[in-house]
């Protein structure tokens, strides 16, 4: 990402090359700046709290000298000779990112908990193929990791290389098809004039507007894809683009203007440094500071780079660190992420320093003897194929390496003494009986339940009979569709999704998100064990209360989500139907944290919320059924499986405290008005929860299955507590 360009044996260094060729010291100096804040943000050095903006820096660096390299040979030969170009950008980036990438997944696999290696391992794929930001999107990764479940990757960074890459193919492309265009258009009017930059100016300055209002848009619904995506990034790259192109009106600055320019702009960047936080909502507005403080830098030096901040981006020291900015960025990261786990406690502010001057150091030697051998090599220097074949063996060796280390993963099996399987029970009430024998059954299975709750509080070694065993997981996350039942994020419709006694003069329909389709396998056997007909409409991130949606954008998400249809059609379906009980459960993290990866316009609890949950309740009983609302199951606060594989002689450690894993008033306020709308609400922490601590095992059952679902079998074997609920609310009047 930070050194975007490649050398050639004629023209010189192309990477601080301006749009008219001549070498810019003073952009080499920028790319010091840039890397500096990056790699001491990483490092929490107080003060650069916001030295992530240091990425913005280089893409804007990298428009800027890959639009004027594009521009000028499009220029002189209508075209762009693509093989040389990405053969170029092939030498320069990919031996040096694949070298970083093996040690990684060396590191990895000794250092880490398997079920974190094997997601690194993951990781390392979709970086070596450079489609990491997306799949980080995919992971539903935060960059800033606030309240993160799984621990960051040590490929987390190279998320800007996938932008970058993507960048390169994508803007040759855009800059050919403009330059036929031109020609064409020269053609039919048979003029002999200069090539006219006014065509490009349009098409990047249509490309900065769209993307920057897309990058606004998605800032406050889907933060993860403004932050990692191209489409979000490409204005800042566009910005480059519009100097480069415009270099001859920079040029025309007065020495006290461009003094004036480059300090102010040096300074925008130096303040998003200082000011902004892990919490600022970024990209969006905020990444004007940085992007226009660069644009200044640039335009400045081009009218006269050694003039202002110019010069003093030029001194050799900060030049020196620009030349390894590129390697130095592969490397801190994952320095700074292994570092802990080698020493074996977490690191203070002089060990990360530390830290970050051996990474220092492993730059200066990837330059010397990885980046500058192999780019400068005549034989490969002076080959577009060469230089194919070696970027595309590098990332080759990357993917083979980790794909051989998935398949040589251990197998994660407990350690401990296989644990006795647990089969509650729950007393049998007769039919027409008193409220109060239903109340006594429901205490009853929840007793026998916190039992064995309280007995795995403690629990160290993960029992050897774990069910599911850990190594199982996905082939168990691959049910959790229930044959369609329960919707994806994107799917319409609802199919008929019906099980049991399908004469039964009882039918029980369960509606919600997939926190609702998670409890399935209960009801599955309820359904068998009570004669019921026990319907499922289920569609995964979509609450059936239609909580109103401020957000434009979020609104606009929405309709292609189908959540508004979707509630409408299962409504409509249950008014048809008339069932006797219907069981509403819903997640209750939506939108939670200032940087969730995804923001829907509403969030669980507040009054709006408590509203749409009472008129849910009263439409559903205008249905004529009975309605139980369940409360959540805490949040275990990591992708349990993945903690469980670090911590296998300690499952404790995997487990949360109660104060962190519930969120007791807003059970308090959900329980109050469902009881005002006419319903019942069940608070289930009980069935997971000490008074202290939430386990994540009981007996030999995993209780999750990821960050948040449970597992099918600690589904099923809830079924006796879930029924005494149903049955209870069956019988309340």
Not at 118 to 137: K, R
Not at 491 to 496: K, L, N, T, V
Not at 548 to 553: A, G, K, S
């Amino acid at each position: 990402m930070l050194q975007a360009h490649s050398a050639s044996p004629i023209e010189g260094p192309l990477e601080e090359q301006a749009p008219r060729g001549e070498f810019r010291p003073d952009i080499e100096g920028l790319r010091a700046v840039a890397v500096l804040a990056v790699v001491l943000y990483h490092a929490e050095v107080p003060g650069i709290g916001g030295g992530f903006v240091g990425v913005d820096v280089f893409f804007v660096i990298s428009g800027f000298l890959i639009t004027g390299l594009l521009w000028r040979e499009a220029e002189a030969s209508s075209t762009v000779r693509l093989r040389r170009f990405y053969g170029a950008r092939a030498r320069r980036l990919l031996p040096a990112a694949a070298a970083v990438g093996v040690v990684i997944l060396i590191c990895a696999a000794v250092l880490l908990p398997l079920g974190q290696a094997s997601v690194v391992f993951t990781d390392g794929i979709a970086s070596a193929l450079y489609v990491s930001n997306y799949w980080t999107i995919l992971q539903d990764v935060s960059y800033f990791n606030v309240a993160g479940h799984l621990p960051p990757s040590p490929f987390l960074h190279y998320w800007s290389l996938g932008v970058e890459e993507q960048f390169y193919l994508v803007w040759p492309m855009l800059i050919i098809a403009t330059a036929r265009i031109v020609r064409r258009a020269r053609r039919r009017r048979k003029s002999d004039a200069p090539v006219s930059r006014r065509p490009y100016l349009l098409i990047l300055a249509l490309i900065a507007t769209g993307s920057f209002a897309l990058s606004f848009a998605a800032t406050g619904v889907v933060p993860a894809v403004a932050f990692f995506s191209l489409p979000t990034r490409a204005w800042q790259l566009a910005a480059g683009g519009l100097v480069a192109l415009t270099v001859e009106h920079w040029r025309r600055l007065r020495p006290p203007a461009v003094t004036v320019a480059g300090f102010v702009g040096l300074g925008m960047v130096l303040l998003a440094c200082a000011q902004f936080r892990t919490g600022t909502t970024y990209p969006g507005i905020a990444a004007l500071l940085p992007t226009l403080g660069t644009v200044l830098v640039i335009g400045a030096g081009c009218a006269a780079p050694t003039l202002g901040c110019g010069r003093l981006l030029g001194l050799s020291p900060i030049r020196a660190v620009g030349r390894i900015s590129y390697s130095w960025y592969l490397w801190h990261w994952p320095v700074l992420v292994f570092a802990p786990l080698i020493l074996g406690h977490p690191l203070g502010l002089t060990a990360r320093l530390a830290a970050v001057f051996l990474s220092g150091g492993l730059a200066i030697l990837t330059l010397r003897f990885i980046e500058n051998p192999l780019r400068f090599a005549a034989p490969i220097r002076n080959s577009a194929w060469r230089s194919l074949l070696l970027g595309g063996v590098a990332s080759a060796v990357v993917v083979c390496v980790s794909v051989a280390l998935l398949v040589r993963l251990p197998i994660p099996v407990g350690r401990g003494i296989a644990a006795v399987p647990l089969n509650f029970t729950a007393p049998a009430v007769p039919t027409d009986s008193p409220v109060e024998r239903y109340d006594m059954a429901v205490k009853q299975a929840f007793a026998e339940v916190q039992t064995a709750v309280a007995q795995s509080a403690d629990l160290k070694a993960v029992p050897s009979n774990l069910t599911p065993p850990l190594a199982r997981i996905a082939d168990e996350k691959a049910k959790y569709s229930f044959g369609g039942c329960s919707r994806t994020l994107f799917e319409a419709g609802q199919p008929e999704c019906a099980t049991g006694d399908a004469a039964s003069p009882t039918t029980v329909s369960i509606i919600g998100d997939s926190h609702a389709a998670m409890f399935f396998p209960a009801f599955q056997q309820l359904a068998i064990q009570r004669h019921w007909r026990v319907e499922t409409l289920a569609k995964a991130g979509c609450p059936p209360l239609d909580v109103p949606i401020t957000n434009l954008v979020s609104r606009l998400l929405e309709r292609f989500q189908h959540c508004q249809q979707w509630r409408t059609k299962i409504l409509g379906r249950l008014h048809a139907q008339h069932p006797r009980l219907v069981v509403v459960s819903v997640w209750r993290h939506y939108g939670v944290g200032a940087a969730s990866n995804w923001q829907p316009g509403f969030t669980p609890y507040d009054p709006a919320w408590l509203n749409s949950l009472t008129r849910l309740i009263q439409q559903l009983r205008d249905t004529g059924a009975k309605v139980l609302v369940l409360g959540p199951a805490p949040d275990p606060g990591s992708v349990v499986p993945v903690c469980l594989t670090g911590h296998l002689d300690d499952a404790a450690a995997c487990s949360p405290p109660r104060s962190a894993a519930v969120n007791q008033a807003g059970i308090a306020a959900e329980s109050a008005v469902t009881a005002a709308a006419g319903g019942q609400y069940a608070d289930l922490t009980d069935l997971f929860c000490t008074a202290d601590r939430c386990p994540v095992i009981v007996g030999n059952t995993l209780v999750y299955i990821d960050w948040s679902h449970l597992t099918l079998q600690y589904s099923q074997l809830l079924a006796p507590a879930i029924g005494a609920l149903a049955d209870r609310a069956l019988a309340h009047d």
